[in-house]
């Protein structure tokens, strides 16, 4: 019988060797995981929790809440205040930052998190997750505030997401590589399933919502006419389409089949960069995508050197298998 490795295990032994993970930041992932955990078990009941649904309030981006979103947040936060590893997280469904209380001790780490992500799939039972991001707070500054938390995604610690799926799965990264874990419920822990993720550098397959088309821009239009074109077309291959509309769900295909998932900027509303967020959303995502070999931009940049300017920042996204992410680069000219 082969050993199963658990995620608590792991994470030890990844601390032991070279010191890869520091001990509170083994702390901090182990608390996200068991986070996930139970949000997993709150999904899973469903509407047998009474847990679906509107929560009739709006969040700071003026988008309706989901009562799963807001379970999701306040988990997220009563599990992660106490500890002494965190200074403060940031979330999607926050204004402003949480500041680690003062009857708790403060850590060096700042967690953000996207709590709930594919709000608009609770209802319909269909994949969602949890995504978040791990930075350090910047030495020799007193206290801790927003600014703070406004670095490029290259200055990530830790990322992953856990997607509540047929199987509920963890996949986390801090800057060695993507390994993947799936919750065994009989156990109630998260066991080894992957390691050294790899995105093929070729694809046959993209992700993005072709109901706006009509909204794109030129590059993008180019890249998904060339697609839809297939083996007659300029590719010389037929093409498949995924849109999930939970990014965690189509990130999660293309960590495991490889694929091109975008959700670009587009002309609805010209003064939005994009639609996903740039901090818990998009950086976690490209770091993972890139360390499992792939590519992430926003059509002009790499998504990871893009310095924030505050913290519900939106942006333009393009990641998944390295050679497509070039192509469309090249198409927006700045390859
Ligand atoms: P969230 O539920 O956290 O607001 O994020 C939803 C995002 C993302 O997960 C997904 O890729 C995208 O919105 C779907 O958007 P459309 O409904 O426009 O397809
Ligand atoms: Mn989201
Ligand atoms: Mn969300």
């Given at each position: 019988?082969?050993?199963?490795?658990?995620?608590?295990?792991?994470?030890?032994?990844?601390?032991?060797?070279?010191?890869?993970?520091?001990?509170?930041?083994?702390?901090?992932?182990?608390?996200?995981?068991?986070?996930?955990?139970?949000?997993?078990?709150?999904?899973?009941?469903?509407?047998?929790?009474?847990?679906?649904?509107?929560?009739?309030?709006?969040?700071?981006?003026?988008?309706?809440?989901?009562?799963?979103?807001?379970?999701?947040?306040?988990?997220?936060?009563?599990?992660?205040?106490?500890?002494?590893?965190?200074?403060?997280?940031?979330?999607?469904?926050?204004?402003?930052?949480?500041?680690?209380?003062?009857?708790?001790?403060?850590?060096?780490?700042?967690?953000?998190?996207?709590?709930?992500?594919?709000?608009?799939?609770?209802?319909?039972?269909?994949?969602?997750?949890?995504?978040?991001?791990?930075?350090?707070?910047?030495?020799?500054?007193?206290?801790?505030?927003?600014?703070?938390?406004?670095?490029?995604?290259?200055?990530?610690?830790?990322?992953?997401?856990?997607?509540?799926?047929?199987?509920?799965?963890?996949?986390?990264?801090?800057?060695?590589?993507?390994?993947?874990f799936s919750l065994d419920r009989e156990q109630g822990s998260f066991v080894l399933i992957k390691e050294n993720v790899e995105i093929p550098a070729d694809?046959?397959?993209?992700?993005?919502?072709?109901?706006?088309?009509?909204?794109?821009?030129?590059?993008?239009?180019?890249?998904?006419?060339?697609?839809?074109?297939?083996?007659?077309?300029?590719?010389?291959?037929?093409?498949?389409?995924?849109?999930?509309?939970?990014?965690?769900?189509?990130?999660?295909?293309?960590?495991?089949?490889?694929?091109?998932?975008?959700?670009?900027?587009?002309?609805?509303?010209?003064?939005?960069?994009?639609?996903?967020?740039?901090?818990?959303?998009?950086?976690?995502?490209?770091?993972?995508?890139?360390?499992?070999?792939?590519?992430?931009?926003?059509?002009?940049?790499?998504?990871?050197?893009?310095?924030?300017?505050?913290?519900?920042?939106?942006?333009?996204?393009?990641?998944?298998?390295?050679?497509?992410?070039?192509?469309?680069?090249?198409?927006?000219?700045?390859?």
């Amino acid at each position: 019988m082969t050993k199963k490795i658990s995620l608590t295990r792991y994470l030890v032994e990844q601390q032991r060797v070279d010191g890869h993970i520091p001990g509170d930041l083994r702390l901090l992932l182990e608390v996200v995981a068991r986070s996930c955990k139970s949000i997993s078990q709150a999904v899973n009941k469903g509407d047998l929790g009474g847990i679906l649904g509107a929560a009739d309030t709006e969040n700071v981006q003026g988008e309706m809440q989901k009562q799963l979103d807001i379970i999701a947040n306040e988990v997220l936060i009563e599990a992660n205040e106490w500890g002494g590893h965190l200074a403060a997280m940031a979330s999607e469904e926050m204004d402003s930052i949480y500041v680690v209380p003062n009857r708790y001790p403060q850590g060096e780490y700042l967690l953000m998190f996207d709590p709930l992500d594919g709000s608009s799939n609770i209802d319909v039972n269909v994949s969602i997750g949890t995504i978040f991001s791990v930075l350090k707070k910047p030495e020799g500054s007193p206290g801790v505030s927003e600014a703070d938390f406004l670095q490029p995604g290259s200055q990530q610690v830790a990322a992953g997401y856990c997607v509540y799926g047929p199987q509920t799965t963890l996949v986390l990264t801090v800057g060695d590589g993507v390994v993947m874990f799936s919750l065994d419920r009989e156990q109630g822990s998260f066991v080894l399933i992957k390691e050294n993720v790899e995105i093929p550098a070729d694809t046959k397959e993209f992700a993005i919502n072709m109901s706006n088309m009509r909204h794109w821009d030129e590059p993008v239009k180019r890249y998904v006419d060339e697609c839809l074109a297939g083996k007659e077309g300029p590719r010389g291959k037929d093409f498949n389409m995924r849109w999930v509309a939970s990014m965690v769900a189509d990130v999660h295909r293309i960590l495991t089949r490889g694929g091109v998932f975008l959700y670009p900027w587009d002309k609805r509303e010209p003064q939005k960069a994009g639609k996903l967020r740039l901090m818990y959303e998009a950086n976690p995502m490209s770091w993972l995508v890139e360390q499992a070999g792939g590519a992430a931009t926003n059509g002009q940049q790499r998504i990871l050197d893009i310095q924030p300017t505050k913290l519900h920042e939106r942006v333009s996204v393009i990641l998944g298998s390295k050679n497509e992410v070039e192509r469309i680069t090249s198409y927006h000219g700045t390859l």
